[in-house]
């Protein structure tokens, strides 16, 4: 298990029309890192996003997509991408929304 600090746990987030409308009941949606757990993913909202108080988190792990590129007529490369991890945050009631979603 590699030794993360909070600011290594969430890499960025993600926005769909999807996440974009849970924010109305306070979930929003993370591309976190994969060693990630769901303490350390509590701890780095509540300090990156200050007023957050975090109810519970589900996570997903997605293996990385199976790829192919042709070379020449003989030779092709088959590879895959890499893996990634998504948390889905819900807050408190009582906890303040994340400015970083205002106005999008």
Known sequence: MADLKYYDVIL??????KSMNDMAVKKYVFLVHPDATK???KEAVEKL???????RINTMNYQGKKKRRQMNR????RGRTSARKKAVVQLSQNSREIELFQGM
């Open 12 to 17: 960025k987030p993600v926005l769909t029309e």
């Open 74 to 77: 003989r030779y092709s490369v």
């Open 49 to 55: 996003f200050e007023g957050a108080h975090v109810e």
């Open 39 to 41: 303490n350390q993913i």
